[in-house]
């Protein structure tokens, strides 16, 4: 009986190891894949400096015109169909520059019409039409539109004038590829508290209330207000674009992020020692402390108690309006991890 019973069990295994070998065979023994999946971040990086390998126009300058384009662009209210037409790179060039300014089809994708009419849309996917929402046809118009006036430095600054037609963003452009020839990556989204969480400080909205020194106006920021001395930290990556007296601001730091947002700190009672203009900064890193300066000539002080003025400035491509930093000051002061004051 016993035997009987050791034999059973044995059939039975061998009855249930057959369909399980069939299946066994049928699956790949390759081991699974184990690098991680690429980001968007990757990708775009990985675009950019192809085109530096094809054309020799500097991945910095690439980078530099999509974080451009990225911080004017309006955010459409459809997002089914922005989801739907999903592109790794924001730039886009105006209609009448893509077809031609007299092409009567301001969708035209056909190569012959748009050189017909002097446009600039090519082919760089090697579909055979010009799509002016395709990631390679446009990186390949705008590069070899810009190829024609150079690379270097100077000439690059002239084709992207003749591209934008405005200063400003030849200016920010070239702040923005700075930052990026110096940090070596697009990822830039680290931001700081502008006084160090060890210090004193209080604050509240204030944006848009009454001010009447020089004339009747509205308060463009939130005071943080702090002791004497204490130290101002820069919020972002960034530029400093101004520095130096205002006589509502007294002593006061203007920085461009790479977000494409001004920032103003004002009625500083100095400045960190060697800050000058074009210097790149970092979050955390000091770049002045409070004071009581402004309202009046250079080295007026002590007219209100000491406090930094802060103020936020948005460049839509056309103009730069104020908006209240007020929820941003909040969120960053909140955050888990914030970073350490860089006094150097």
Known sequence: MRFLRLYSCLIIAIILMVPSQGLAASISTKAPSTSPAKSEWDERMELFIEYEALYGIPWKYVAAIDQYERTIKKKSKN???ESANKRLTAIKVPTELWCGVFNPDSEDNHLTSITFFHGIG???SGDGVADQDNDRDVLTSLVRFLGTYGFNSDDFKIGLWNYYKRDSAVR???HFSRIYEKFQ???LNKHAFPIPKRFSYSYRSTWGDPRGWGGRRIHEGVDIFAGYSTPVMSTGYGVV?????????????GIRDIDNIYHYFAHLSSFKKGLKEGDIVVPGEVIGYVGSSGYGKPGTSGKFPPHLHYGT????GNNEWAFDPYPLLKRWE?????PKPIYK
């Open 172 to 174: 920010t452009i070239m």
């Open 185 to 187: 990556t697009l990822e």
């Open 334 to 338: 909140n955050q888990k991890k914030q």
């Open 79 to 81: 997002k089914e169909a």
């Open 122 to 124: 090519l082919d760089g």
């Open 313 to 316: 400035y948005r460049d839509t």
């Open 241 to 253: 674009e101004v520095l130096g007296w205002n006589r509502y601001g007294g002593w006061r730091v």
